[in-house]
């Protein structure tokens, strides 16, 4: 689709402007590859992917693809200054507020940390039984599922039969037409 716009075509076809926007967009996908949002990454590539079957200009392409990634990355997270989101300095100063407030306890510290130990173990002791249990229920379901392959081995006998007999007379219709020809 042309525009009438010269100045625009000539913006839409310029070889220049091509060169730029690929650059901006391999930046852009490298960073948003190798950083925490992979997904914004693979969902260029699809917005890339899906803009080209609406327009054949590489230049529309890539803008749309730039364009809806970044709108969607911004608008799904609060670190860029939208409603919501936290002061990292105060944040910052909590952090030193409370690692200050820490140091004089080491004793209480040593407390909470033997209680930590006994809760790590009674947490693992709980996950070994639950896993005893579980080994326990799936031993009892690959019973049950061995019993019901035995009930239903003379139904699977019977089907075999029947299955052998209309292969037989499927045989025999083939050499009837074969006989007839």
């Known amino acids: 689709m042309k525009v009438s716009n010269p100045r625009f075509n000539a913006i839409l076809y310029n070889r220049f402007v091509l060169y730029f926007v690929v650059f901006v967009s391999l930046v852009n996908l490298y960073m948003l590859a190798i950083g925490d949002s992979p997904m914004y990454a693979a969902m260029f590539i699809l917005v890339g992917f899906l803009t080209s079957f ?22 799904a997270s609060p670190k860029h200054g ?6 990292q300095t ?20 040593s407390k909470t940390a033997d209680d930590s130990k006994k809760a790590d173990s009674k947490t693992a002791d709980s996950v070994k039984k639950d896993m005893v249990n579980d080994g326990k229920e799936l031993l009892k379901l690959q019973e049950q599922i061995v019993d019901g392959f035995q009930e239903i081995q ?8 029947l ?3 209309i292969e037989q007379s499927a045989n025999a219709l083939e050499q009837i037409k ?3 020809k």
């Open 163 to 165: 299955a052998g007999k």
């Open 90 to 109: 105060a944040l910052k100063e909590d952090a030193d507020e409370t690692s200050k407030d820490a140091a004089p306890k080491k004793a209480d510290d």
């Open 82 to 87: 939208l409603e919501g989101a936290t002061d």
């Open 54 to 75: 609406f327009s054949k200009n590489m230049i529309v392409i890539l803008v749309v693809a730039i364009a809806v990634t970044n709108l969607v990355s911004a608008g």
């Open 178 to 180: 074969g006989a007839k």
């Open 154 to 161: 003379p139904y699977m006998n019977k089907a075999e039969e």
